[in-house]
């Protein structure tokens, strides 16, 4: 069976990753994969290590395009798969349909519906949502019932979690080396925030919370990695020069091999106030046995769940923050408990060959 893959990422993000997951993990003698995907992405690389074939787009593929549908219909039919499946691509979506593909398109992201506006577009657009797939991904419930709100019929969707390969282990050595270049001392208390600098993932929330946190317990070695780049780099070291933190906060850029990271890190934080699904950051994370504490939008509550992995807060909300980072650094038999349940909750739920299993048996059911 083939499946041409169609994303929109330029950089290494998220869904790329999600994607290096799956081609990792699926079963190559009953699947044929390729990629097409934006020239010069820097996700080009890591396809080719996998002995993924690419094809290289020239028109960008997430909004409508009639050159970019052209483009993708030459694609389709050079390679003709069974299934485009599309994340983030609009125009894979129409191209596929113009072929006769069946068309899976993923969902990773979750926002408040809108609602205001022309009422005759709207429902064009949710025609147009209904139309344009055979089967339709929610990478988590709350990404479910947004598409629903979207008009797609709910017998169209499936809830597949995203699944993360588990971070390797990583030597004192190697350890030892990341702590030099981050001026990190071995009795540091490391919290990390993992994602991209976009105002979606509430880094100014992580910052607040960093300055309560040292407040209340000046004696603990707190230091706070912010790990990524985006758009929002000179707003947080204008807001870390502004609060004092240049002590205590690290921004590391971005990181291609994570490992060193969470090793380092005591505990891993999700801030998010927009978009968030099933994030892989998290779910690295827990398999690193990282205690966790994210906000409650979208996807995280779940992803947490109740059994002792990590702790909720509410969105925004720095000082509730704060209080689960300190009650965590001050009670180290809470923090060992959390990291094993982290741990057992990653296996049993959020590995990245459970998530590829799930996907074949999709692909196979069209």
Known sequence: ???????????????????????????????HCCVALPYGSELRR????????????????????????RELIGVIGSVSPHVVHA??????????????????????????VEQSGNPLVRAAERMGNRLLSDRVIATAQ????????????RSEIRVIVNGSEPVRPVEEGELNEWRRRLRLDAQDFC?????????????????????????????RRFRFLIVGEGSQRRKLEGMIRAMGLEDVVRLTGFVSDMAPIYRLLRVNVNCSCGTETSCLAISEGMSASLPTVASSYGGNRAMIGNDGAGICFPVGNATALAEALCRIASDPVLEQSMRQAAYRRYSSRFTARAMTRRLEKLYLSL
Do not use: W
């Open 46 to 69: 890591r396809l080719l290590a996998l002995r993924v074939p690419v094809r290289e787009l020239e028109y960008p593929c997430d909004r409508f395009s009639a050159a970019s549908v």
């Open 142 to 153: 709350a990404a479910a019932v947004n598409l629903e709100q979207l008009g797609i019929p």
């Open 87 to 112: 994340n983030a691509a609009l125009c894979a979506r129409i191209a596929g349909k113009l072929c006769g593909k069946k068309v899976v398109h993923t969902r990773h992201c979750c926002f408040p």
């Open 191 to 219: 919290v990390g925030i993992c994602a991209r600098l976009e105002p979606c993932k509430g880094h100014e929330t992580f910052l607040r919370a960093a300055v309560i946190a040292v407040g209340r317990m000046p004696h």
């Open 1 to 31: 069976m083939k499946i041409l893959y169609v994303i929109s990422d330029c950089n290494i993000g998220g869904a790329g990753v999600l994607l290096c997951n799956i081609l990792r993990n699926i079963d190559r003698k009953r699947f």
